[in-house]
């Protein structure tokens, strides 16, 4: 039974048991092929994921978790703004360059940032909004080696 102020989970989510030691923190479900929090699916905030409109400014960077996100976001955030390091009336490295698909700033808050926008994510190409294939923004996806060796970058785009 869903609790009040809950949104219903996507058709097809379902309730998934993770290994003990990790992801412990919030009940999790699977829903097409990925593991999703609880929290982000019932808040309703993964349907204002899905809503998302991309730009053709846009910037995305799309990785695995622990693939060298946070390096990549930097440099991409550097090659965007003239090639300054950020300083700290920039603000916070989540404030500039948003996860899009996380709670903070939230996806609301990257809707309404000004271009060229640099934007993050987790999410796999079939979970993106639908709006991302058509946008032409530019993509940094980012794959890690079966070995976890080395990780290899792709600018098709930029």
């Not at 204002?48 to 991309?54: G, R």
């Not at 709670?103 to 940032?113: I, N, Q």
């Not at 993050?120 to 190409?125: D, M, S």
Request: glycine share 8%.
């Amino acid at each position: 039974m869903e609790e009040e102020g809950q949104h219903p989970l996507p058709e097809g989510a379902k309730l998934v048991q993770v290994p003990e030691g990790l992801l412990t923190r919030n009940e999790h479900y699977e829903y097409k092929g990925c593991i999703i929090p609880v929290t982000i699916l019932r808040s309703g905030m993964f349907q204002e994921v899905l809503d998302f409109e991309f730009r053709s400014g846009d910037v995305v960077v799309c990785s695995y978790p622990k693939t060298g996100t946070t390096w990549t976001q930097e440099i991409v955030y550097m090659l965007t703004h003239g090639c300054q390091k950020s300083k700290p009336e920039d603000g916070t490295l989540e404030t500039r360059f948003p996860f899009l698909e996380f709670p903070f700033p939230g996806v609301r808050a990257v809707a309404a940032m000004e271009g060229p926008r640099c934007i993050k994510t987790h999410l796999p190409r079939h979970l993106l909004p639908k709006s991302f294939a058509s946008s032409g923004a530019k993509t940094i996806p980012m794959e890690v080696t079966l070995h976890r060796e080395a990780i290899y970058l792709a600018f098709p785009d930029l």
